[in-house]
């Protein structure tokens, strides 16, 4: 088992906590110091999960909670959380009524849909708002047609919209981002990603539910919902995978269990990634789901998650510094997608066009320097 660091483990404790509403396991706290709480906090902050690991913190004995400076300023950062919640609750609850008058049904994928499975929905940390529009009435107008609807009802509204992505569309509105999704995934990632987006579209069936503000929202089934929160995690494999993610798949699992279609379970490579995502989540969350996974691939995820190699800014100068450099980016990044997603390197069209015109951008700037 990996050997965490006192503000590791003392994260993973308040998580526990947070994700199971019970006092945390005071061991992990007997011995901190200061500067274990200072680090734990800025822990929490870089994962996407401060609010969360403030419910753990609250939790525990006021002997062992951390200085006052530090105490209140994560409690100022979890009630900012919560005021950003509310905001995008709003926000989707107005987009879901504005889409309705005009004969469109609005499904709000992750975000403040996926809140609605945690104990504090609240405390859920959002970034943009998921969408899949399509037609409430198909005797009027297709669901193809309800997308584009929706996305010429915005540029009608002064809205910019962008286009050019072939997954989805995007918009800001209300000063969040905001992606219309023509498809749940990139078709291209992978031959698993077809077959998936078969199944989540048979699996949508949408609920109606009421958010904490008392918007009201429709939301993917829970089947769709474990499916794709499964593999929006491991997409995010070796380039951002994090303990938001984490603490989705175990509130997904904990209310649902490992609920995959036999097809996907099927897929070693995918299935690989989401025993190793399960076995973390029962050995530090405190879900109870009976799964194996290679202990190595146990211990790379963790690794990819605490310590993450930083391939966003480029450090070296010179033009082959700069090939050399993103070329082990590329490569990292082809071995993580490929580590649970299976992509076809070889046949990857886009992938190997987008390297080759990065080559040819250097190599032409090299020489008129």
Not at 205 to 234: C, K, W, Y
């Amino acid at each position: 088992m990996q050997i965490l660091s006192i503000p590791e483990r003392m994260l993973m404790t308040l998580l526990e906590s947070s994700l199971n509403g019970k006092a945390p396991e005071v061991s992990s706290f007997r011995e901190a110091g200061n500067q274990d709480w200072k680090e734990c906090a800025q822990l929490a902050k870089s994962q996407g999960v401060l609010a969360l690991a403030w419910e753990g913190l609250c939790r525990l004995p006021d002997e062992l909670q951390p200085y006052k400076g530090l105490k209140i300023s994560w409690a100022l950062a979890a009630e900012g959380c919560e005021e950003n919640c509310r905001r995008y609750c709003h926000t989707v609850g107005e987009l879901s009524s504005f889409y309705r008058d005009h004969g469109i049904s609005l499904v709000q994928m992750k975000g403040v849909g996926l809140s609605t499975y945690y104990k504090v929905p609240l405390h859920r940390e959002g970034g943009d708002i998921d969408i899949y529009t399509f037609s409430a009435d198909c005797s009027i107008m297709t669901d193809r047609q309800a997308h584009d609807l929706a996305d010429a009802l915005m540029a009608e509204q002064g809205v910019e919209v962008e286009l050019d992505h072939p997954k989805h569309s995007h918009f800001v509105f209300k000063g969040i981002p905001v992606e219309n999704h023509k498809s749940f995934l990139d078709l291209d990632r992978c031959p698993l990603s077809e077959k998936a987006e078969s199944i989540l579209h048979d699996s949508l069936d949408p609920q109606e539910v009421e958010l904490p503000t008392g918007d009201r929202i429709m939301i993917p089934s829970d089947r769709f919902n474990t499916l794709f929160v499964g593999f929006h995690a491991l997409a995010h494999y070796g380039s951002g995978l994090a303990l938001h993610h984490l603490y989705d798949w175990a509130c997904m699992i904990k209310k649902c269990g490992l609920d995959l279609p036999e097809e996907i379970m099927a897929d070693r490579h995918f299935m690989k990634g989401i025993n190793a995502m399960t076995v973390l989540c029962n050995r530090y969350l405190g879900t109870d789901i009976p799964v194996k996974a290679s202990r190595r691939i146990v211990s790379d995820m963790l690794e990819d998650i605490l310590h993450p190699i930083d391939y966003t800014k480029i450090t070296v100068k010179g033009t082959w510094n700069v090939l050399r450099f993103k070329f082990r980016r590329f490569r990292h990044d082809i071995r993580s997608k490929h580590r649970f997603l299976h992509t076809p390197i070889l046949k990857n069209e886009k992938l190997w066009t987008k390297v080759i015109r990065s080559i040819q951008w250097h190599l032409t700037h090299s020489m008129t320097e």
